[in-house]
């Protein structure tokens, strides 16, 4: 979830499960658990979309609902060797980090254009903020919203000191 999360991150998450349990908001960093082949584990996630929204992907934005997720750029860096591009994102009133290779990423086709798909009812739709780095709704589907488990909060310990108790947008 860079650069949201970073490795090493300890963070303070909202239990979502139960009869009583709120559905995840529009923008909200989640946990939640997913099939990877090998067993159901937990991964997380940016809610992009809710039951009957229609998502898609064009050149790596959002659009929810045929609006653009407005987007900015803040600057550039590498990450294993390969250079990246660093924007601010807003969906659902939260604006948070996300990140994208330079240039075109063929490796993993869909990641940045993906034709519109309506979020099926009780389902969810989510994607990592690294975008060209998570494998997520873009390219297995919308998730169940009992899949959610937890709402991500607060980061409460990490490598980077400046972080430490900062909110989780």
Same mark, same amino acid.
């Given at each position: 979830?860079?650069?949201?999360?970073?490795?090493?991150d300890?963070?303070?998450?909202?239990?979502l499960?139960?009869?009583?349990?709120?559905?995840?908001?529009?923008? &909200? +960093?989640?946990?939640?658990?997913?099939?990877?082949?090998?067993? @159901?584990?937990?991964?997380?996630?940016r #809610?992009? $979309?809710l039951?009957?929204d229609?998502?898609?992907?064009?050149n790596?934005?959002?659009?929810?609902?045929?609006?653009?997720a407005w987007?900015?750029?803040?600057?550039?860096?590498e990450?294993?060797?390969?250079?990246?591009?660093?924007?601010?994102?807003?969906?659902g009133?939260?604006?948070?980090?996300?990140?994208h290779?330079e240039?075109?990423?063929? &490796? +993993?086709?869909?990641?940045?254009?993906m034709?519109a798909?309506? @979020?099926?009812a009780?389902?969810?739709? #989510?994607a $990592?903020d690294?975008?060209?780095?998570?494998?997520?709704?873009?390219?297995?589907g919308p998730?169940a919203?009992?899949?959610?488990?937890h709402?991500?909060?607060?980061?409460?310990?990490g490598?980077?000191?400046g972080?430490?108790?900062?909110?989780?947008?």
């Amino acid at each position: 979830m860079n650069p949201t999360l970073m490795p090493g991150d300890v963070v303070l998450a909202e239990q979502l499960v139960g009869s009583a349990a709120p559905i995840p908001r529009l923008g &909200e +960093l989640i946990v939640y658990n997913r099939d990877d082949g090998q067993g @159901v584990l937990p991964f997380t996630g940016r #809610v992009i $979309g809710l039951p009957s929204d229609e998502v898609s992907f064009q050149n790596g934005s959002p659009l929810i609902n045929g609006n653009r997720a407005w987007r900015e750029e803040v600057g550039s860096g590498e990450w294993e060797g390969r250079r990246i591009r660093l924007s601010r994102e807003e969906i659902g009133g939260r604006t948070f980090r996300v990140q994208h290779f330079e240039g075109d990423v063929e &490796e +993993l086709p869909g990641l940045r254009t993906m034709p519109a798909i309506s @979020v099926p009812a009780a389902q969810m739709f #989510v994607a $990592g903020d690294f975008r060209d780095n998570s494998i997520d709704s873009r390219l297995v589907g919308p998730f169940a919203l009992t899949a959610a488990t937890h709402r991500i909060v607060r980061v409460l310990y990490g490598t980077d000191v400046g972080r430490i108790g900062q909110a989780v947008q």
